[in-house]
């Protein structure tokens, strides 16, 4: 929204100022008449009872002050028509006027708060949005006549936010200026000579990868390496089609995907734990925190398209060696189920068992044609060792989901870029090292007979001093901490998901 818009959208001085105006017994009239829902005209009428129902919007000064919270929300990736009718669209009085105002203001409040809009409608979200007792704030401020104090109360104030918000700021200044696409040629890699480098280069300059003085050879392939590394691609300096298609997304499209993923840290706690696990499935990246500073990073596989990784938290109570794995019915069915009706030697081959069945364990005396997904009278359990799905070790975190860490004996599986893999469990490249970060000195707890079990392949189960808090989180577009912006796809569609449901 430009600026000569935002001024037109500005209640015009049609009738006194606050400090001159006396209660106004028709304001509440213009609140009935706001339309919306009931709580909403509520939240209005607190607003304008602790000002004695007295106009808010009329002066240069809060105009002034009004047009700057607007333009501050488009820089939060807010997108200001959609709070409603807003002041200056043919309100039929000027009271009602200064109601849109402080409606929009309000929604705008709540929005920031994260106590509206995109929880409900993101698939897969199972965070509950931060409390924010919204109105009382904007009482205050109302009082005070301080009304960009009270948004600016409940913007995260987290370092990933305020970067990313410089970001989107970034990528609107961009989108300003038209975007050409640079033209594809099927799978060839695009070479030092072709005509198309200098479209390419030029691309690289505006998106900050590149010096504007261009440097030669090594300075291009460093800032093709550098602009995959932000994109999650294969950092060899080679311009090919995946390299093509993130350099021919425009800016506009960037900073829209940046506006849904600050959507997503309103709907985040305000304050995080000192010390606690992210994962950010977008990225299939995993970090160790301890009071904001990354401690551990480790490459992650999550879910996949059809068994996407949950948004949600729970906490890490301890640590299991060689862990058992208990298949779920739903691979039972789905998956192995129908091996064993093409190969009844599959159990015994994969060291999965039939759980209490102590005679033919491994169920080559079973007839598994005759059941199916409705008709499955068995638990099936994988034994621990190497091969086990689980690896060696599994971080225990009871959750409705059922999802947890572990490690994996498919190490070949972090070599890949796009990591979205498993079956909604987070698999961990790092898990040994996370396992001994997480129960500080191995030396404390490995006694000899912990020693002996788990050189036996025995299970063992150790707790954690202190629960540890886990964050499963979803972030497209998000920042180093020197401010560096960095995409993701969105696997799960849960951009396109808020996007559409704005």
């Known amino acids: 929204m430009g600026l000569a818009l935002l001024m037109s959208l500005m209640p015009r001085a049609s009738y006194a100022a606050p400090d001159a105006a006396p209660p106004s017994p028709t304001i509440w009239s213009a609140i009935a008449a706001a339309g919306g829902a009931e709580l909403e005209r509520e939240e209005l009428r607190a607003i304008y009872r602790a000002v004695d129902g007295s106009v808010q919007w009329t002066s240069p000064a809060r105009r002034a002050e009004l047009m700057k919270i607007l333009v501050g929300l488009e820089a939060d990736g807010i997108d200001v028509k959609g709070l409603g009718a807003l002041p200056g669209n043919g309100a039929p009085s000027p009271l009602e006027d200064d109601v849109a105002a402080t409606r929009a203001v309000l929604r705008a409040a709540h929005v920031m708060a994260g106590s509206t809009q995109g929880a409900d409608i993101i698939p897969g979200w199972h965070i509950a949005p931060p409390a924010a007792d919204v109105v009382p704030a904007l009482v205050e401020s109302a009082r005070g006549g301080k009304w960009e104090a009270a948004i600016a109360r409940f913007r995260p104030t987290t370092p990933a936010y305020l970067h990313l918000r410089t970001a989107h700021l970034h990528y609107r200044r961009l989108a300003l200026e038209p975007w050409r696409a640079v033209a594809l040629d099927g799978p060839r890699i695009v070479e030092r000579d072709d005509p198309r480098m200098i479209e390419i280069i030029e691309h690289l300059i505006l998106l900050g990868d590149l010096e504007k003085e261009y440097g030669g050879a090594d300075a291009l392939d460093a800032a093709v390496m550098r602009f995959q590394k932000r994109h999650g691609l294969e950092e060899d300096g080679r311009i090919g089609p995946a390299t093509l298609a993130e350099l021919n997304v425009s800016p506009a499209s960037r900073a ?181 970060r997480l129960l500080d000195d191995p030396s404390v707890w490995l006694t000899s007979d912990a020693s002996a079990a788990l050189r036996g392949g025995r299970t063992l189960s150790v707790r954690l001093k202190q629960p540890l808090p886990v964050y499963l989180l979803y972030f497209t577009a998000f920042t180093d901490p020197d401010g560096t912006t960095h995409f993701r796809p969105d696997v799960y569609g849960r951009d396109a998901a808020l996007a559409a449901g704005r």
Not at 285 to 294: K, T, Y
Not at 351 to 362: A, F, K, L, S
Not at 413 to 435: I, M, Y
Request: hydrophobic fraction near 40%; charged fraction near 20%.
């Open 256 to 436: 829209r995907q940046i506006a849904a993923n600050l959507a997503y840290w309103r709907l985040l706690p305000r304050s995080w734990p000192q010390r606690y696990v992210a994962v950010n499935a977008a990225a299939a990246e995993l970090e160790l925190l301890q009071d904001g500073q990354s401690q551990l990073s480790s490459r992650v596989i999550v879910g996949d398209v059809r068994h996407p990784t949950p948004v949600m938290s729970a906490s890490i109570t301890a640590v299991t060696f060689n862990p058992p794995w208990n298949v779920p019915i739903s691979i039972a069915t789905r998956e192995i189920l129908p091996r064993l009706k093409r190969d009844p030697g599959y159990l015994e081959r994969s060291n999965i068992e039939i759980v209490g069945r102590t005679q033919d364990p491994h169920g080559h005396e079973v007839d598994w044609q005759q059941y199916a997904r409705g008709h499955f009278p068995f638990q099936l359990r994988q034994v621990p060792g190497p091969g086990n799905s689980l690896g060696l070790v599994k971080f225990e975190m009871a959750n409705q989901f059922d999802v947890y860490l572990h490690d994996t004996p498919n190490r070949s599986l972090f070599d890949k870029n796009a990591r979205a893999l498993s079956h909604g469990c987070v698999r961990v490249q790092c898990a040994q090292e996370l396992a001994d």
